[in-house]
Every structure is written in structure tokens, then in C-alpha cells.
């Protein structure tokens, strides 16, 4: 089971459910972006250290890899400052939505550097779970231009480029040390490069629920391992597109918790279309 990608895939599922959520209950009442983001973020790197000791030990020699570290760092900290913004003024779901744009970059990628094989049917498959979210919150109106769906798109494009960048590095380092840097080391670079006071940091901390910010940090910190787990083990083109089941499980978590229960004949037919984007992925 821990050899297999979808069983990974589905932990990253649920986890990133749950982040998004509780990511954006935080930021409602955030008073200062980048001191909530340098909280979060440092805290997930931190708790991703207490598994070391449940992977292989082991640091890469060619230096090469450093730099493509380096550089998926740098897209981190752009996208998870820039995130914090963009989910302050969006819906999860409607956030959820904009993600695909990292899988859709991912797939190409896939597709155009990684030599993986171009198959019509997992094309098909992947337009269609990719275009059965986009569906499900599409309304006339919805995306008129503002600045926080430009973050988002920005903050997107940026984690596409440090996902792929993952896929090709993360192997050749201890996953959790690896997921401990990606989070831990942006978070210093936002705290540096924003002049950020550490009692700006105590004001996000008290001013939030303790435990709601504990519980995003560490659904944050099984996200990121899940997802890089799943694209080590598995085909980026088919991992990718199935990530974008969490705008699909945002929506059901949404209608059962939160009562939210509009759309629902766009929501059943999406459901249609993933049941069939799936199966032709396989």
C-alpha cells in the first residue's frame, strides 16, 4: 500500500479538503497577510520533520539539484504569500477551481519533458475532469476581473512551476526533510524580504483560533507529502489530472457541512463527467 500512488492520491484528497477550508477560515480574520502566511507555513515545515525517521535518509551530490531546490523555492514562497490574499476573498471551491491551473501546467510538462506517453484517451480524460470543475462553478459573472483572481492565477502558475520542479528532485532527498525545506525556507524569505515583526506574527496567532491554525498547518504539511508521494510512485499525466478531484470533494463537503446546496443539477452532471474522465485515465 505504500508503494501505491492512488492510496497517496486519496490522503492528498482529503487533506487538501480540508485545507482549503480551514486555510480560509483563518485568513477571514488575518490582520496582516504575510505574518499569517509566515505562521502557517512554518509551522507545517516544522511538524514535516517529526517524519524523518519514516523515509529513507539521503542527500543528493550534484549540485544541480540544489539549484532546481533553490529555484522551487523561490515559486513557493511567490505562491503561498500570494495564496493567502486570494483565498481571503474566494470560496474554497471557487479557489479549488483556479488550482487546476497548476495541474493543467503540470500535464504539459508531463507530457512535453518528461517523455510520457501521449495517449488520446487520458487526453480526453484529463479535459474532461479538468472542464467538470470548471462547470460545476462557472456562473455569468463570477470571474469578472479582480485582484484576487489575478493572485490567484499568479499564485497557481507559480506552484504548477515548483510542482514540476518537485517531481523531478523530491526523490533524491528524504521526503519529509524535503517538504520541511519547500515550507520552513519560504517562510524565512517572506519574513525577511516583508520586514515582518515577530509580534506581528504573536497578533495572527492570538487573533486566531490556536487550534484551527494548528489543524491547517498540519493538513498543510500531509498535503504536500501525499501529493509529491503520489507523483513520485505514479505517471505525472495521470496523477495530475485526478488531483483535480478536490474542486469536486470541496463542492460535496460544502453541500453536506456547510449547506450549501446550489447547482446542484451542474454539480450532478459534473459528477458524470469525472466518473468517465477517471475511467479513461486508467
Given amino acids: 500500500m505504500l508503494q501505491n500512488a492512488y492510496f497517496f492520491l486519496v490522503l492528498y484528497l482529503i487533506s487538501t479538503v480540508l485545507f482549503n477550508e480551514s486555510y480560509r477560515m483563518i485568513s477571514q480574520s488575518m490582520k496582516k497577510p504575510g505574518a499569517l502566511t509566515v505562521l502557517v507555513e512554518f509551522i507545517a515545515g516544522t511538524c514535516s520533520l517529526f517524519l524523518l525517521p519514516f523515509f529513507p535518509f539521503q542527500i543528493p551530490n550534484d549540485p544541480k539539484i540544489y539549484f532546481l531546490l533553490g529555484l522551487s523555492i523561490i515559486f513557493y514562497a511567490i505562491q503561498n504569500r500570494l495564496a493567502t490574499v486570494a483565498r481571503s476573498g474566494m470560496e474554497a471551491s471557487s479557489y479549488g477551481v483556479l488550482k487546476q491551473i497548476s495541474n493543467v501546467f503540470i500535464i504539459l510538462m508531463g507530457f512535453l519533458f518528461l517523455k510520457e506517453k501521449l495517449v488520446l484517451k487520458k487526453i ?5 475532469l479538468i472542464g467538470s470543475n470548471i462547470l460545476i462553478f462557472y456562473e455569468k459573472g463570477t470571474w469578472k476581473k479582480n485582484h484576487f483572481l489575478f493572485l490567484g ?120 463527467l469525472v466518473v468517465i474522465g477517471v475511467f479513461l485515465l486508467k
Fill in 153 to 272: 492565477i499568479i499564485a497557481n502558475l507559480c506552484m504548477g512551476m515548483a510542482l514540476f520542479l518537485d517531481v523531478n528532485v523530491s526523490n533524491t532527498f528524504n521526503l519529509a526533510f524535503y517538504v520541511a525545506s519547500i515550507l520552513c525556507i519560504p517562510s524565512i524569505l517572506t519574513f525577511f524580504t516583508e520586514r515582518i515583526h515577530i509580534k506581528e506574527i504573536l497578533l495572527e496567532w492570538k487573533n486566531s483560533s490556536k487550534y484551527l491554525v494548528l489543524f491547517t498547518s498540519v493538513s498543510w504539511t500531509i498535503m504536500m507529502m501525499t501529493k509529491l508521494r503520489a507523483y513520485q510512485l505514479g505517471n505525472v499525466t495521470q496523477i495530475a489530472p485526478l488531483c483535480s478531484l478536490t474542486v469536486i470533494l470541496n463542492a460535496i463537503f460544502a453541500f453536506l457541512f456547510l449547506k450549501n446546496r446550489k447547482n446542484l443539477f451542474k454539480k450532478f452532471i459534473a459528477g458524470i
Fill in 124 to 128: 480526453i480524460g484529463a479535459v474532461l
